[in-house]
């Protein structure tokens, strides 16, 4: 039986891209790997599967007595609800380390690096393990999502070289307008519902045991948000966050401005905005905040530990 290869729940690009590439490094190494998601693709995740050719992976809901690789996240909220009766045997990751325990030893590659696919394409180099013009041209894609064309602050020297070398082998030239060409395709709200934009890039992080729940909507311009769309989103905010959570946000980011508007449902709101150095009003405004895992995350952590 092969071992699964899988990203976090509501997967993105990286999610998607790094459960693909992580599986062409381990079958590299001679292990019987699999790529599997827990979700389908999202408008741009889409778009770069489609243009370089590659097939999503299989959609899986239970890993019950699987071994299991996981990538682009550690934490149990992100995994299936039956991952304890699984076997762990490896993490590649770039988040902070979460809560996920394994039985025996395992093989474990974090870096505080802008995205998944960097580490994965460092271990590609360590390996000697080969990566075709077809996945070298997604995991390019995958970095300049995830580092927002290198204009998050999560995005280091090291995005920067591997996103350069990996365009090299996919016979990109112009990096700029193939990611304009993905954020173009991720702000497509055509025939998507308010909670599918909530959830296409939505993760649920233990919080000193509060459940906060986090969705991040990249766009070219948050123009795209109609008055009418932003209450709609609020009022399924408001249904999300009454699901058995302490807090719901969505970070509505607009890629071009370079800066995010919060939508928040809480129990506290003034606890959440105060940790993200705002104060709660009808417009929430976070100017420079592109990155949730290193901008919106830490300080709610911290807010939270108090």
Not at 74 to 81: G, I, K, R, V, Y
Not at 156 to 184: C, H, P, S, W, Y
Not at 233 to 262: P, W, Y
Not at 282 to 305: C, D, H, N, T, Y
Request: charged share 25%; aromatic share 6%; net charge negative.
């Amino acid at each position: 039986m092969s071992v699964l290869v899988l990203g976090h729940k509501n997967p993105d690009t990286d999610s998607i891209v790094a459960a693909l590439s992580a599986t062409n490094l381990y079958r590299g190494r001679g292990i019987d790997a699999k790529a599997v998601a827990q979700g389908t693709p999202a408008p741009e995740t889409a778009f770069v599967l489609e243009r370089f050719g590659l097939q999503a992976p299989e959609v899986v809901t239970s890993v019950a007595g699987q071994e299991v690789y996981l990538v682009d996240y550690s934490d149990l909220a992100q995994a299936p609800a039956d991952f304890k009766d699984a076997k762990l045997l490896g993490i590649i990751d770039h988040h902070k380390l979460g809560d996920v325990t394994s039985d025996s030893p395992v093989e474990c590659y974090i870096q505080p690096v802008g995205c998944s696919n960097t580490v994965i394409k460092i271990l590609h180099d360590f390996y000697g393990v080969k990566i075709d013009k077809a996945l070298a041209g997604a995991m390019l894609c995958a970095i300049l999502s995830d580092t927002v064309l290198f204009k998050s602050p999560t995005c280091t020297e090291q995005d920067k070289k591997a996103a350069q070398e990996l365009a090299e082998i996919a016979g990109v030239t112009d990096l700029q307008a193939l990611g304009m060409e993905m954020f173009k395709a991720k702000s497509n709200l055509a025939g998507a519902t308010p909670r599918d934009l909530i959830f296409r890039d939505f993760k649920d992080f233990d919080m000193s045991g509060s459940k906060i729940g986090i969705g991040q909507l990249e766009l070219v311009s948050l123009d795209l948000i109609t008055p009418e769309l932003k209450a709609q989103l609020q009022d399924e905010l408001n249904k999300i966050k009454g699901e058995g959570r302490h807090s719901a946000l969505l970070v509505l980011t607009d890629i071009m401005e370079e800066g995010s508007e919060l939508l928040l449902a809480s129990d506290d709101a003034d606890k959440v905005a105060g940790a993200l150095k705002a104060t709660v009003s009808e417009k929430i405004w976070l100017p420079g905040v592109m990155s949730r895992k290193k901008q919106v995350v830490p300080f709610l952590e911290q807010a939270f530990k108090a």
